[in-house]
């Protein structure tokens, strides 16, 4: 009798047995953590592996996820938070850093130079993190602040700038990366209008308030943060897109009223104002004198239905815009606002001069506890003017860190002008460059250089550019395929 041969046979295959045991454990696993922790977090450790998988192969859908949890398009609710030096880490930091290393690799591995790609803006980011380090070598050894880390955490935010420009790396995915600010810009504003409206909060750290704190006005404030700016430039993309007609205008022109409405409802004086000369620089530089002229006359023809359909459907909502457009000159006089940061001003450089080499060390504090009018008095840390941050927290050395990103940023601006003249896109451009400055304008009042929304959307702003530099012009629509070539007769 012939035995059989022993390459016939074939091991046993205990690959279906290991699969069901393994979904067996993970349903388990994920019962117990049910059993002692909110449900968020059963999907928060379903949906983050997800996140991290498909990020292997496509980067951007690990940043996007990232964008739109930094801006509360998906609300932090569904983001967790883990103590750590003095402030708190989430999950936005972990991703940011894993996918900072994924590029990285993946750059290496295909033979793309990171270091070219990042163009000019690669050396604001050497200088910020230098400032950065010497700051918390500073703290460890001559002034344990307690929440330096917590104040050096909000600049992993940079990484925005180099996982965009390594992942982003055809023009397909440019558009696709641009699309997917344009879609947050409209989910912000529709989130902010809502809160307003209906006084409801869906966006958990945003500001949701009272308009006057001190009377009963009718009217909530809401307030996005850093990432109103993205609105604003989403505003500017699709203004200039109308006139230069590449979009239709049967969506174009109620999604920009709804962000109009979403700039409103901040009621924020400073963001108003910066909008304002932001959207002169976008138009001038779009269509020169005459394009600023029809973006002035389209802006206010905008404007006027917004406040003419919040004057039917909640007239003490139009009112109060126009209350709070017309009383800048009262709230300088009087003081407010206005005079509390005047006094943070005042008190920064008085430190500034006593420390200017090492300021006070990231976490340190700069004045004393007051006890005058406002919530002001009682943030010892906390400056609400970017461009004293940087000298103040790490000595004059740290200055100039917003002047090298505004420069860096304009540099590459150009340079991308000059490397596609020949089919640069206006309309995009002159969004870009409104959109860059006015961020930088409301820094003045706001520490948008110095904040985790504000300093993603400066990153935002720096990476498109970058893009922009490497492959030109872009729309928001795909390119319309190339026709067949003729057949032979």
Not at 23 to 42: D, E, K, R
Not at 259 to 288: C, D, E, K, T
Not at 457 to 476: D, E, N
């Amino acid at each position: 009798m012939k035995m059989p041969s022993l390459a016939l046979r074939r091991a046993p295959d205990f690959t279906a047995i290991f699969m069901v045991l393994g979904a067996l454990g993970l349903a388990a696993f994920l019962g117990l953590v049910t059993s002692y922790l909110p449900w968020i977090f059963t999907l928060l450790l379903v949906l983050l592996p997800l996140v991290l998988l498909a990020s292997i192969s496509r980067p951007m859908i690990g940043l996007v996820v990232v964008l739109m949890f930094v801006f509360e398009a998906i609300p932090t609710a569904f983001q967790p938070r883990l103590p750590f030096g003095g402030g708190r880490l989430q999950a936005t930091d972990v991703l940011l850093i894993y996918l900072g290393f994924l590029v990285l690799l993946r750059a290496w591995m295909t033979g793309q130079p990171p270091l070219r790609s990042m163009g000019p803006l690669r050396f604001p980011l050497y200088y910020v993190y230098t400032c950065i380090g010497v700051s918390l070598v500073y703290v460890r050894y001559f002034a344990p602040n307690t929440v330096a880390l917590g104040e050096a955490r909000v600049f992993i935010g940079w990484l925005i700038v180099p996982i965009m420009v390594l992942a982003a790396d055809t023009p397909q995915r440019f558009r696709w990366m641009l699309r997917s600010v344009v879609g947050i810009g409209l989910v912000i504003a529709l989130y902010v209008t809502i809160q307003s409206l209906f006084d409801i909060r869906i966006m958990t750290s945003a500001r949701v308030e009272a308009l006057n704190l001190d009377l009963s006005s009718g009217v909530t404030r809401s307030i996005a943060g850093g990432g109103i700016y993205i609105v604003i430039f989403t505003l500017y993309l699709l203004i200039n897109r109308m006139l230069d007609r590449t979009v239709s205008w049967l969506w174009a022109a109620p999604a920009a009223l709804l962000l109009v409405m979403g700039i409103a409802v901040q009621f924020g004086r400073g963001v108003w104002l910066a909008s304002v000369l932001g959207f002169l620089v976008s138009a001038a530089l779009f269509r020169g004198v005459i394009g600023l002229f029809r973006a002035l006359a389209l802006g206010a023809l905008t404007v006027a239905l917004v406040l003419g359909v919040a004057s039917v459907t909640k007239p003490r909502l139009a009112e109060a815009v126009i209350e709070r457009a017309t009383g800048i000159g009262s709230e300088i006089k009087t003081g407010g606002s206005f005079n509390w940061r005047r006094l943070e001003n005042d008190a920064a450089l008085l430190r500034i001069e006593r420390s200017p080499l090492t300021g006070t060390g990231l976490g340190g504090q700069y004045k004393q506890t007051s006890s005058s009018v406002g919530h002001f008095g009682i943030e010892t840390t906390y400056i609400h003017n970017a461009y004293l941050f940087f000298p103040l927290k790490m000595g004059l050395f740290a200055a100039f860190v917003p002047l090298a990103f505004i420069i860096a940023f304009w540099v590459t601006l150009r340079q991308g002008v000059k490397r596609h003249r020949e089919q640069a896109d206006p309309a995009f451009v002159a969004a870009l460059a409104g959109g860059f400055a006015t961020p930088c304008l409301t820094s003045f009042t706001q520490p948008e250089f110095a904040d985790p929304r504000g300093i993603a959307a400066f990153a935002i702003f720096c990476g498109l550019a970058l893009l922009f530099r490497r492959f030109g012009a872009v729309t928001l629509r795909p390119a319309a395929a190339a026709p067949p070539p003729p057949r032979p007769r």
